[in-house]
């Protein structure tokens, strides 16, 4: 090799040294995300369906395109539902809500992507898969799946009314992080009051103090939201005109704030009754309020008709 080639292949090494050590490092993704919550809907209100995502790290909301897909209880794909486009909050722990139209209007939510089509959930055995990155399994469960689901979660099926959400108890008690999935549904996964969040809501975790950021020590306050659940109410057809109302928060020591149809949110307890109410169509709404004034900005929410006694 003469020693012009020589020159030439060395200024062109340290070129591409150069650009590698200036370009941007390509952080934004969507592989650091775990389904965090699933709703088969209830006897109720069956289509009302939602799946939640989870970012586990920073930057992960560049998911158009990308899809969630559901199985049924023998493993057969019934519905691959996509996000449109990449999403705004891409801060750690935010969440990601696919849901059907019937879901949205229950809970008083807009989803960042719709779930369709209605009716691929069954509360008795399936399965849904973020990508082939994570997948989560239920109640009769028994096909195969893109990535390891292990035993289904909720054997005898997800009780009525109920959500599964993924528990974030083994690494960070207040966040979610990897170690918190074991690739076993059944460890992972219980049965929760329903509460899905959309992308728009900031994210209410609380990080953990200690070396890298583990469970080595208390939760450090990151003055995020608390999320309300409503943990019992009247069926959609109810005979009763005083209706009772129970309700809870994610953050310990919250008060509540309730509302009636169009009327202001004012100070309530759990349980709660409303005065006499007319026949016909109500909405009920809930909101928590965190410790330092922190209000639920998504309400849980619920629609209910007072009908009259027979005769």
Known sequence: MTARASKLLLLAALALCLLAATAAPALATFHLVKVREVYPGSAANPDAEYVELQMYSGGQNLVGGHVVRAYDASGT????????????????QSTMLLATPQAEAEFGVVADA????????????????????????????????????????????I?????????????????????????????????????????AVAPSEKTCTGPGGGGAGPPADDHGAPQTTLRGKPSK???????????????????????????????????????????????????????????????????????????
């Open 77 to 92: 794909a019934v519905g691959t539902s996509a996000f449109s486009g990449n999403l705004a909050g891409d801060a750690n």
């Open 114 to 157: 719709p779930l369709s089509p209605a009716g691929q959930l069954s509360p008795l055995g399936g399965a849904v898969c973020w990508e082939t990155i994570d997948c989560v399994s239920w109640g009769s469960f028994a096909g195969t799946l893109p990535t390891p689901a292990g035993s289904p979660a909720a054997p005898g099926g």
């Open 159 to 199: 009780p009525d009314g109920m959500a599964l959400r993924r528990s974030i108890g083994r690494g960070c008690a207040t966040a979610l992080d990897p170690p918190d999935d074991s690739d076993q549904s059944q460890a992972d996964f219980e049965a929760v009051f329903p509460a899905p969040r959309p992308n």
């Open 237 to 311: 057809r109810t005979r009763d005109r005083t209706p009772s109302f129970r309700f809870g928060s994610s953050e310990a020591g919250s008060r509540f704030e309730c509302r009636l149809d169009r009327k202001r949110f004012r100070s309530c307890r759990s349980p709660f009754t409303v005065r006499r109410l007319a026949f016909g169509p109500h909405r009920f709404q809930v909101r928590a309020v965190g410790h330092d004034g922190v209000k639920d900005p998504t309400p849980a929410a619920y629609r209910f008709k007072v009908v009259p006694r027979p005769g």
